[in-house]
C-alpha cells in the first residue's frame, strides 16, 4: 500500500452526508468553521470563496475545492455583497437541496455541494495542519475531468432523497476528497495552493522514497544512513531535506508512523499490547507503552479501553 492510501487508513476518515445549496441573485452566506476538512464543488453556475487566512477563490461549474481550516468562511455571489450568518439564512435541518433566493426553475442559479469529513482524534494532526487553508481544482483539467462522473453522480444524490442516498453521498465526498489530494501531490497540478510539508514530502522522490520504506518495514532498526543510502543520499543531506520537507527528522517521524499504527490496531483489534509492540519492533512492553505514552499522552491499556468505551455508545 502507498503512503497517503495508509494514512487515510489510519485516520479513520468519515464524511458526512453532502449538502446541497442553491442561490440565486446577489447573495453572500457566511459558514461557521468546521472540525477538521470540508470538501466541494460546484455544479452549475459561479461563485467565490473567500476563508481566512487565505485570499478569494473564483470557483466556476466543475471546479472543486478543499477547505482544511476551521475558521469562517464565505460563499458568495461576489465580492461586494454583505454575507448574511448561514444559520439565519437557511434551516437548521437542511433540506436537500436547500434554497435561497432562488427555486428550482430558475436557469442562473449557482449549485453547490459539499461535505465535511472529520476523522479520529489522535490521528488528525497528521493531516491538516500540512494542508493549504483552500485549494482548488480547476475544471477542465485532467483531475477534473477524472473526478467528473463523481460530481455528476454526487450532482443526481443531492438531488433528492431517493432509497440508499445518504450512504452514496457520503462515499462519494470521500472519494471527491482523494481526488483533491492526488492533485495536490501532482507536481505542477491544476490545484491552487501548493501542499507545504509532509504531504509535498510524498511527491519529491528521494524523500518519497524514503517514506514508503518507513511505512513499508516499521519494524526495522533504521538508521538515518541507512535511510540515506537507500535514496542515494547523503546522510547530512538526507537528514537535512527530510526534516525541512516533512518538518521532523526521520526517526522521529518514524518513531509517531509507529505509534499512530499502534493506535489503529489497538481501536480496531483485540490483540495484546505486547504483540502489537512487537511488530513494531519494541522488544519489550514496557519499552513500547512508555514511547506509546510519550508520543500519544496515554498508556495503550487505557487509550484501548477509551476508544471501546467510545465505540459501545
Same mark, same amino acid.
Given at each position: 500500500m502507498?503512503?497517503?492510501?495508509?494514512?487515510?487508513?489510519?485516520?479513520?476518515l468519515? $464524511?458526512?452526508?453532502?449538502?446541497?445549496?442553491?442561490?440565486?441573485?446577489?447573495?453572500?452566506l457566511?459558514?461557521t468553521?468546521?472540525?477538521?476538512?470540508?470538501?466541494?464543488?460546484?455544479?452549475?453556475?459561479?461563485?467565490?470563496?473567500?476563508?481566512?487566512?487565505?485570499?478569494?477563490?473564483?470557483?466556476?461549474?466543475?471546479?472543486?475545492y478543499?477547505?482544511?481550516?476551521?475558521?469562517?468562511? /464565505?460563499?458568495?455571489?461576489?465580492?461586494?455583497?454583505e454575507?448574511?450568518p448561514s444559520?439565519?439564512?437557511?434551516?437548521?435541518?437542511?433540506?436537500s437541496?436547500a434554497y435561497y433566493?432562488?427555486n428550482?426553475?430558475?436557469?442562473?442559479?449557482?449549485?453547490l455541494?459539499?461535505?465535511?469529513?472529520?476523522?479520529?482524534?489522535?490521528t488528525a494532526?497528521l493531516?491538516?495542519?500540512?494542508?493549504?487553508?483552500v485549494a482548488?481544482?480547476?475544471?477542465?483539467s485532467?483531475?477534473?475531468?477524472?473526478?467528473?462522473?463523481v460530481?455528476?453522480?454526487l450532482?443526481d444524490?443531492? $438531488?433528492?432523497? /431517493?432509497?440508499?442516498?445518504?450512504?452514496m453521498r457520503?462515499?462519494?465526498t470521500?472519494?471527491?476528497?482523494?481526488?483533491?489530494?492526488?492533485?495536490?501531490?501532482t507536481?505542477?497540478?491544476?490545484?491552487?495552493?501548493?501542499?507545504?510539508?509532509?504531504?509535498g514530502?510524498?511527491?519529491?522522490?528521494?524523500?518519497?522514497?524514503?517514506? =514508503?520504506?518507513l511505512?513499508?518495514?516499521?519494524?526495522?532498526?533504521? =538508521?538515518?544512513?541507512?535511510?540515506a543510502?537507500?535514496v542515494?543520499?547523503?546522510?547530512?543531506?538526507?537528514?537535512?531535506?527530510f526534516r525541512?520537507?516533512?518538518?521532523?527528522?526521520?526517526?522521529?517521524?518514524?518513531?509517531?508512523?509507529?505509534?499512530?499504527t499502534?493506535?489503529?490496531?489497538?481501536?480496531l =483489534?483485540?490483540?495484546?499490547v505486547?504483540?502489537?509492540g512487537s511488530?513494531?519492533?519494541?522488544?519489550?512492553e514496557?519499552?513500547f507503552?512508555?514511547?506509546?505514552?510519550?508520543?500519544?499522552?496515554?498508556s495503550?491499556?487505557?487509550?484501548?479501553?477509551?476508544?471501546a468505551?467510545?465505540?459501545?455508545r
Amino acid at each position: 500500500m502507498d503512503p497517503l492510501s495508509e494514512v487515510l487508513e489510519l485516520l479513520d476518515l468519515r $464524511a458526512a452526508s453532502p449538502s446541497r445549496l442553491e442561490a440565486g441573485g446577489r447573495w453572500a452566506l457566511g459558514f461557521t468553521g468546521h472540525q477538521h476538512l470540508k470538501v466541494g464543488a460546484v455544479v452549475t453556475g459561479e461563485c467565490w470563496l473567500i476563508a481566512e487566512g487565505a485570499g478569494p477563490r473564483h470557483l466556476r461549474a466543475g471546479d472543486c475545492y478543499l477547505l482544511a481550516s476551521s475558521r469562517p468562511y /464565505v460563499v458568495a455571489s461576489d465580492l461586494e455583497t454583505e454575507p448574511v450568518p448561514s444559520s439565519t439564512a437557511l434551516p437548521s435541518l437542511w433540506p436537500s437541496p436547500a434554497y435561497y433566493q432562488t427555486n428550482p426553475d430558475d436557469p442562473a442559479r449557482t449549485i453547490l455541494i459539499s461535505g465535511s469529513l472529520s476523522f479520529d482524534g489522535t490521528t488528525a494532526a497528521l493531516l491538516p495542519d500540512i494542508l493549504p487553508p483552500v485549494a482548488r481544482i480547476a475544471a477542465g483539467s485532467h483531475q477534473a475531468t477524472v473526478v467528473s462522473p463523481v460530481l455528476q453522480l454526487l450532482g443526481d444524490e443531492t $438531488a433528492g432523497d /431517493v432509497p440508499g442516498s445518504a450512504t452514496m453521498r457520503k462515499h462519494l465526498t470521500h472519494i471527491l476528497f482523494v481526488q483533491v489530494l492526488r492533485t495536490l501531490l501532482t507536481p505542477g497540478g491544476p490545484a491552487d495552493g501548493a501542499p507545504p510539508g509532509w504531504l509535498g514530502a510524498f511527491s519529491d522522490h528521494q524523500i518519497g522514497t524514503a517514506l =514508503t520504506l518507513l511505512h513499508e518495514q516499521p519494524a526495522r532498526r533504521w =538508521t538515518v544512513a541507512d535511510l540515506a543510502a537507500a535514496v542515494s543520499m547523503s546522510r547530512s543531506s538526507f537528514a537535512m531535506r527530510f526534516r525541512a520537507l516533512v518538518g521532523l527528522p526521520p526517526l522521529d517521524y518514524l518513531v509517531r508512523w509507529r505509534m499512530q499504527t499502534a493506535a489503529r490496531s489497538l481501536r480496531l =483489534t483485540s490483540r495484546t499490547v505486547a504483540a502489537i509492540g512487537s511488530d513494531l519492533g519494541y522488544t519489550s512492553e514496557s519499552a513500547f507503552s512508555n514511547t506509546f505514552k510519550r508520543v500519544l499522552g496515554q498508556s495503550p491499556s487505557r487509550y484501548r479501553s477509551v476508544h471501546a468505551s467510545a465505540g459501545s455508545r
